[in-house]
Every structure is written in structure tokens, then in C-alpha cells.
């Protein structure tokens, strides 16, 4: 469960103070605003225009709610969980882009490998009755946890053991398997279970060129280039490399701290989310304070610390909007 949670209104207080974290100093920053419209939970969301697109996994009035950031109201809801032709059985990641001069919102269902895009405006006018601008099933032998559409057909991520990225044309039919995972200190465990010991989230640049990955249970971050006829890494981070062990043949189990759990890109950063504790068993997500900016190049340019722990971020401009789950539910803000 916590690995589908792919996770803003105080007076802005920055302070800095220097840290032993390995990479430099760091900048604790508090909560300027917040939404708290939530009744369910909130896992993931994307930014359009002066809203937000938030999957609710408890919704019920639909899983997916678009907020009104400046009013601090839902909006609507759509998308019921069920089996039906309008329905969905479990969601991974929310996608909004455009495509050929669209703006287009676009969904995968990760039970029945179902991957729906829907033009963004027409989901305001007609939300009681959406119509699909495409629908249509992957064809891929293997589990997918994520699908993004790019500039020259599909990416997604999954159990692939072959190949860290599926990527796949327009009509998302498979073209190969690219790029590697981390590297295997292991090699008596399958290719898939080290797919799933490497599966994290994903989020692709604004103009669709780049793609930033990064690894749950490892604290790396991995920028590649999806402009050529095969995705190639531009570069990494590394602040922990993969450690894990496999315990009653098939639960990957880490061995060291939580990685990153969160990534965004704007047009000139990149920002990742930053857990680096034991995971808790017992807790329903994995949650992280620590937030990462780099550059497209692949210099640390800063490091915030968050006054909590959040589950998923978003920047845009100069604000980042982070979902955080204690003491209830809620969306706050930062000013970076």
C-alpha cells in the first residue's frame, strides 16, 4: 500500500542553520498556508492552472477531487471505484499534459492495466459525464506501476525484468525495455523481485523531454533524457545506495533507511522528497521532511527541511504544496 501512495495557512518563518547531512546545509522552513477540505485521504495530486487534481483514496464521491486552491473547496469529485465501464479499481499516478495543443489529464488503472486521458477543460463542464479522449488497455506481460505520456508515445515503470522503463508508442503497444536498475549485490534473487526492490515514482519535465526517478527504499535520484529513440540517463544522485534482503521468498525487506519518496520537476529544478528513516510497519505511508533541489544538470543547489512530514510535493513558481497526514489530513505550503 504505501508504495501506490505513489502522498497549504501559517505566517512564513525561514530560518537557516547548518546540518551534518552529507551533502551540505540545509534550510528549515515553516508552513505559510493550508487547505483542509479533505474527508478521505489524500495521496498524490497535480496542479492545473489555479487548481488541484487530488486522488482521494478514501473519496466517496470519486476518487479523483479538483480543488479550488483559493477558495479552499472541492470543486467536485469523479471517477467511483468499481468494475464498471466508468469506474476504476485502483489508481497509480495522475498525469496532466499537453499534446498536440490539448490540455489532457490522464489515469492508470494498475489492476486491470486500463489507461484513460480526458481533455482537462471538458472535465469542468461535463464532469457528471465524462467521455474519454482515449481508453485502452496496455498490453505488457508484466505489472506496471506507472504510465506517463511523452513527446514520442508512453513511458511507464514497473516489475520489468528487463529493462527499468517500458517504453511504448502512441497506440501503447511495447517497443523495448530501457535503462538499468541498481546494481544487483544479490544475483540469487529474480530479476523481478529486484524490479520491485527498485520501484519508486516518477515525474516528467513540463515539456515532456526529461523524465526524474527515484527509488523508495534507496536514496537516489536519476534524471533521463526521452527525446532520442532510447531513454538515456543524463545523470544521478546518490545518498544511499539499494540494500535489501528478501525475507519468506518474496518480501523485499531494506536494509538501510527509507529513500526518496517524491519528485517534481519544473523548468529548471528538480525537487525530491527525502525520507531517510527506518521504514514503520505499522504506519500507512512512509513520509519524509526533506526536500532536495537540484538543477537539470545535476547539481545540489539546496536542501529545505520541511516543520513536518509529508507524503507527496509539487512546485510551482516559487511555492511547493506537500501532503501531509498528521494530525488530519490537510495540503500545506512553503515558500522556497
Given at each position: 500500500?504505501?508504495?501506490?501512495?505513489w502522498?497549504?495557512?501559517?505566517?512564513?518563518?525561514i530560518?537557516?542553520?547548518?546540518?551534518?547531512?552529507?551533502?551540505?546545509?540545509?534550510?528549515?522552513?515553516?508552513?505559510?498556508?493550508?487547505?483542509?477540505?479533505?474527508?478521505?485521504?489524500?495521496?498524490?495530486?497535480?496542479?492545473?492552472?489555479?487548481?488541484l487534481?487530488?486522488?482521494?483514496f478514501?473519496?466517496?464521491?470519486?476518487?479523483?477531487?479538483?480543488?479550488?486552491?483559493?477558495?479552499?473547496?472541492?470543486?467536485?469529485?469523479?471517477?467511483?471505484?468499481?468494475g464498471?465501464p466508468?469506474?476504476?479499481?485502483s489508481?497509480?499516478?495522475?498525469?496532466?499534459f499537453?499534446?498536440q495543443?490539448?490540455?489532457?489529464?490522464?489515469?492508470f488503472?494498475?489492476?486491470?492495466?486500463?489507461?484513460r486521458s480526458y481533455?482537462?477543460?471538458?472535465?469542468?463542464t461535463n464532469?457528471?459525464?465524462?467521455n474519454?479522449?482515449?481508453?485502452?488497455n496496455?498490453?505488457?506481460s508484466?505489472?506496471?506501476?506507472?504510465?506517463?505520456?511523452?513527446?514520442?508515445?508512453?513511458?511507464a515503470?514497473?516489475?520489468?525484468?528487463?529493462?527499468?522503463?517500458?517504453?511504448?508508442?502512441?497506440?501503447?503497444?511495447?517497443?523495448?525495455?530501457?535503462?538499468?536498475?541498481?546494481?544487483?549485490?544479490?544475483?540469487?534473487?529474480?530479476?523481478?523481485?529486484?524490479?520491485?526492490?527498485?520501484?519508486?515514482k516518477?515525474?516528467?519535465?513540463?515539456?515532456r523531454?526529461?523524465?526524474?526517478?527515484?527509488i523508495?527504499?534507496?536514496?537516489?535520484?536519476?534524471?533521463y533524457n526521452?527525446?532520442?529513440?532510447?531513454?538515456?540517463k543524463?545523470?544521478?544522485?546518490?545518498?544511499d545506495?539499494?540494500?535489501?534482503?528478501?525475507?519468506?521468498?518474496?518480501?523485499?525487506?531494506?536494509?538501510?533507511?527509507?529513500?526518496?519518496?517524491?519528485?517534481?520537476v519544473?523548468?529548471?529544478?528538480v525537487f525530491?522528497?527525502?525520507a531517510?528513516?527506518?521504514?514503520?510497519?505499522?504506519?500507512?505511508?512512509?513520509?519524509?521532511?526533506?526536500?532536495?533541489?537540484?538543477?537539470?544538470?545535476?547539481?545540489?543547489?539546496?536542501?529545505?527541511?520541511?516543520?513536518?512530514?509529508?507524503l507527496?510535493i509539487?512546485i510551482?513558481?516559487?511555492?511547493?504544496?506537500?501532503?501531509a497526514?498528521?494530525?488530519?489530513?490537510?495540503?500545506?505550503?512553503?515558500?522556497?
Amino acid at each position: 500500500m504505501k508504495q501506490l501512495f505513489w502522498g497549504f495557512l501559517f505566517f512564513l518563518l525561514i530560518s537557516c542553520r547548518g546540518n551534518d547531512l552529507e551533502t551540505g546545509v540545509y534550510t528549515s522552513i515553516q508552513a505559510n498556508d493550508s487547505l483542509t477540505f479533505f474527508v478521505g485521504l489524500p495521496v498524490d495530486m497535480e496542479l492545473y492552472k489555479d487548481y488541484l487534481f487530488v486522488y482521494d483514496f478514501f473519496g466517496e464521491n470519486g476518487l479523483i477531487s479538483v480543488v479550488d486552491s483559493f477558495r479552499d473547496s472541492t470543486l467536485f469529485s469523479f471517477l467511483n471505484t468499481g468494475g464498471g465501464p466508468d469506474e476504476v479499481v485502483s489508481l497509480s499516478n495522475l498525469d496532466v499534459f499537453s499534446n498536440q495543443g490539448r490540455n489532457l489529464f490522464g489515469i492508470f488503472d494498475v489492476n486491470t492495466k486500463r489507461y484513460r486521458s480526458y481533455a482537462t477543460d471538458s472535465i469542468f463542464t461535463n464532469q457528471a459525464n465524462l467521455n474519454p479522449v482515449l481508453d485502452k488497455n496496455v498490453n505488457v506481460s508484466y505489472s506496471i506501476n506507472e504510465l506517463y505520456k511523452t513527446n514520442r508515445g508512453y513511458v511507464a515503470t514497473g516489475f520489468f525484468p528487463d529493462g527499468k522503463f517500458a517504453i511504448m508508442n502512441d497506440s501503447l503497444e511495447l517497443i523495448y525495455y530501457g535503462a538499468e536498475y541498481r546494481p544487483q549485490e544479490n544475483q540469487n534473487f529474480s530479476k523481478v523481485l529486484h524490479a520491485q526492490a527498485n520501484i519508486g515514482k516518477s515525474q516528467l519535465s513540463p515539456d515532456r523531454k526529461c523524465l526524474a526517478n527515484v527509488i523508495f527504499h534507496a536514496g537516489v535520484v536519476e534524471f533521463y533524457n526521452l527525446e532520442t529513440d532510447t531513454i538515456v540517463k543524463k545523470w544521478e544522485f546518490v545518498k544511499d545506495e539499494l540494500d535489501y534482503t528478501v525475507k519468506n521468498g518474496r518480501n523485499i525487506h531494506n536494509k538501510g533507511v527509507e529513500g526518496f519518496i517524491s519528485v517534481d520537476v519544473t523548468e529548471q529544478n528538480v525537487f525530491a522528497l527525502y525520507a531517510g528513516e527506518v521504514s514503520d510497519p505499522d504506519a500507512i505511508a512512509t513520509y519524509g521532511k526533506y526536500v532536495y533541489q537540484f538543477d537539470l544538470d545535476g547539481n545540489l543547489i539546496h536542501i529545505y527541511e520541511l516543520d513536518r512530514k509529508v507524503l507527496d510535493i509539487r512546485i510551482e513558481g516559487n511555492n511547493l504544496k506537500a501532503i501531509a497526514h498528521s494530525p488530519e489530513p490537510i495540503v500545506v505550503s512553503y515558500e522556497l
